[in-house]
């Protein structure tokens, strides 16, 4: 099995308060576009908020996987409509 560990860190300063949880999104999301560059999707195995007065920060950590791991989700359409 072929993972790739990603870590994606992000830290505002001077933000308001509840930004730790939009940098923990924005950090997923960079991290499963990076996976998805490789053919691969993300999954999440940690993720850690930090939010003080002045600064907030987020770091997400979590592996890219392919379709041999189960935790890969094999996309699915639900594009049946009877007219």
């Not at 505002?12 to 924005?26: D, I, P, Q, R």
């Not at 908020?49 to 699915?76: F, H, L, Q």
Request: charge should be negative.
């Amino acid at each position: 099995m072929n993972k790739v560990e990603i870590a994606a860190v992000v830290a505002a300063f001077g933000m308001l308060s509840g930004c730790a949880t939009y940098l923990e999104e924005g950090a997923t999301k960079n991290a499963a576009a990076q996976c998805e560059a490789m053919g691969k999707q993300f999954v999440k195995t940690d993720s850690k908020k930090n939010e003080a007065i002045v600064v907030a920060s987020a770091t997400v950590t979590g592996e890219c996987v392919g379709p041999e791991d189960p935790r890969y989700v094999a996309e699915t359409s639900n594009n049946t409509s009877s007219d």
